[in-house]
């Protein structure tokens, strides 16, 4: 079974970092691209950031210059640091990935991650 689990979300006070973790693992052939959403309550699932096999990134105008999404390849991993937090950072993070299972391409979603940014 393929599975995304993630870690690392809390509680953080503005202007704090927290540092994202998701790591893929099960029967997986291939991973394409990476990302990140986040969805606040009462709001719609939006795009945070992305990152393909070959390194290329995609922010979220209200993230860029704060976030910065990577990827272990090796470790079937991406990650988000998360610097400069803001209380409209608060939301649900859930990690994304276009992975090649045993039999074909799938979009899998991680469980989320809480992210709470108060002071």
């Known amino acids: 079974q393929v599975q995304l689990a993630e870690s690392g979300g809390g509680l953080v006070q503005p202007g704090g970092s927290l540092r994202l973790s998701c790591a893929a693992s099960?029967?997986?052939?291939?991973?394409?691209?990476m990302g990140w959403f986040r969805q606040a309550p009462g709001k719609e699932r939006d795009l945070v950031a992305t990152i393909t096999t070959d390194g290329s990134t995609n922010y979220a105008d209200s993230v860029k210059g704060r976030f910065t999404i990577s990827r272990d390849n090796a470790k079937k991993s991406v990650y988000l640091q998360m610097n400069s937090l803001k209380p409209e950072d608060t939301a649900a993070y859930y990690c994304n990935a276009r992975l090649h299972d045993f039999t074909r391409w799938t979009v899998y979603w991680g469980q989320g991650t809480q992210v709470t940014v108060s002071s």
């Open positions: 099960g029967s997986i052939l291939s991973i394409n691209t």
